[in-house]
């Protein structure tokens, strides 16, 4: 049996220089990998990236100046239960919540919004204790899922790996004459695993 050790150190140039002691005869052995690509899966976010893919654009802009936005970070691992949804670039001060469903699709200014909807089926809302938001200051909210606990329509279902759920999130918004009105951001599909 032969004992050895390896060592390695990945350098900002990504390569990953290494080296190898043999225990049994002394020797050491250096090596070089070189051009190493490191890969961000954006469907389970390891390398902190966003999870989920951007559809339902270009967003209607609200009074804050730009479209808002609708993000996802976390895992998209039905198992770890731990995918957060972040709104941001809506009006300061707002209040809004988070919305789902199965099945995407396209309404032009719902209810005399000033958005588009971008759900179509059963829609759930999330607007339980602690789910209603205010987007602060900063014109952002988030919140976090419980993947077990997702509104469908007047229930609550588990979402189970391979399937795919929309999000948006809708907020009020300020029309034109000052009046109360609303908005929403992008849709966000995510595929569970």
């Known amino acids: 049996m032969v004992h050895q050790d390896t060592i390695g150190v990945l350098n900002t140039g990504n390569n990953?220089?290494?080296?190898?002691n043999n225990f049994s005869n002394g020797t050491n052995h250096n090596g070089c990998i070189r051009n190493i690509v490191i890969?961000?899966?954006?469907?389970?976010?390891?390398?902190?990236?966003?999870?989920?893919?951007?559809?339902?654009?270009p967003v209607v802009p609200n009074t804050s100046g730009?479209?808002?936005?609708?993000?996802?970070?976390?895992?998209?691992?039905?198992a770890n239960n731990n995918l957060t949804l972040i709104a941001e670039d809506m009006p300061a001060n707002q209040f809004g919540f988070f919305l789902t469903s199965q099945t995407q699709g396209f309404v032009t200014n719902p209810g005399g919004s000033n958005g588009?909807?971008?759900?179509?089926?059963t829609i759930g809302r999330y607007v339980g204790m602690g789910q209603i938001k205010n987007a602060g200051a900063g014109g952002t909210f988030d919140l976090l899922l419980n993947l077990a606990q997702t509104p469908a329509g007047p229930v609550f279902v588990s979402i189970a790996a391979g399937q795919t759920w929309n999000f948006q999130a809708w907020f009020r918004d300020i029309g034109p004459m000052g009046q109360p009105q609303s908005n929403f951001t992008n849709g966000l599909a995510v595929t569970f695993m």
């Open 66 to 78: 730009g479209p808002a936005v609708l993000t996802g970070s976390g895992s998209a691992l039905v």
């Open 16 to 20: 990953l220089n290494f080296t190898t």
């Open 116 to 121: 588009n909807l971008c759900l179509g089926g």
């Open 39 to 57: 890969a961000n899966d954006t469907t389970l976010g390891p390398l902190g990236g966003t999870i989920g893919t951007s559809y339902c654009g």
